[in-house]
């Protein structure tokens, strides 16, 4: 079974921390995302990396930076964290495959409250 | 920027009743379709993926799909409390991309 880790389920910093979520894939997926889940407003993409050192901006990286230094782990980084980041995070991995049957492998999500 | 309506629900179906849940998408040019089911508390977990007009079947779950119309859609039989989750819709983006564009999520509870 695919298995991608996040490693804390919770996670309460104060404004202004730098926060450091991290996640862990152990299927040598090519492709990993951060994803923020928020009431009414569904999964929204922050970014994503499709190969070590390599990023991509998704559609609300304002705030947020990301580190992808060996192939199995992605870290979200939070510069300077801000009560309007308080969310569900979720990573997902997906292998290279023809695009058409990419299929996201979600870890547990983190929890995130800034105070 | 890409869109990928549902109706947010909930929906209310009995127990054995057949659950129908639609997505609409606005771009054209997407490819491929997903369900992903989500259960409170828990991460989103795939249920079928689609890329060819027409309908795939697996068990209790039938993706639909029509490009010309834009749209897909999941239909459940026999449908089961168990069943009860939050069902996400998720389009690839165009050109065969690999990076997907979620729909908030429609809500299903299925009573006994």
């Known amino acids: 079974d695919v298995k991608v880790t996040q490693s804390s389920r919770y996670l309460v910093k104060r404004t202004g921390e730098k926060v450091f979520l991290e996640c862990v894939q152990d299927?040598?997926?090519?492709?990993m995302f951060w994803y923020r889940q928020d009431p009414g407003l569904g999964l929204r993409l922050i970014y994503f990396?499709?190969?070590?050192?390599?990023?991509e901006k998704g559609d609300i990286p304002e705030g947020y930076s990301v580190s992808r230094e060996k192939k199995e782990r992605f870290s979200l980084i939070l510069e300077s964290a801000s009560t309007n980041q308080t969310s569900m995070y979720l990573c997902?991995?997906?292998?290279?495959?023809?695009?058409?049957?990419?299929?996201?492998?979600f870890g547990a999500g983190t929890r995130l409250s800034v105070l | 920027q890409k869109e990928v309506e549902q109706n947010s629900g909930p929906l209310s179906v009995p127990e054995g009743a057949i659950a129908s849940l639609n997505c609409t998408y606005s771009?054209?040019?997407?490819?491929?379709f997903f369900w992903y089911r989500q259960y409170s508390g828990k991460s989103p977990e795939l249920i079928m993926f689609?890329?060819?007009?027409g309908d795939k079947e697996d068990g209790r779950f039938t993706a639909q799909l029509n490009k010309a119309s834009q749209y897909v859609s999941l239909l459940i039989r026999d449908s089961q409390p168990s069943d009860s989750a939050t069902y996400l819709c998720?389009?690839?983006?165009?050109?065969?991309?690999?990076?997907?564009?979620f729909g908030r999520g429609t809500s299903l509870i299925v009573h006994p």
């Open positions: 990396s499709y190969d070590v050192k390599m990023k």
């Open positions: 771009d054209r040019g997407s490819q491929s």
């Open positions: 689609i890329y060819s007009n």
């Open positions: 998720a389009v690839n983006r165009p050109g065969g991309s690999y990076i997907p564009t």
């Open positions: 299927m040598d997926h090519e492709n």
């Open positions: 997902a991995s997906s292998p290279f495959e023809d695009g058409r049957r990419n299929i996201q492998y």
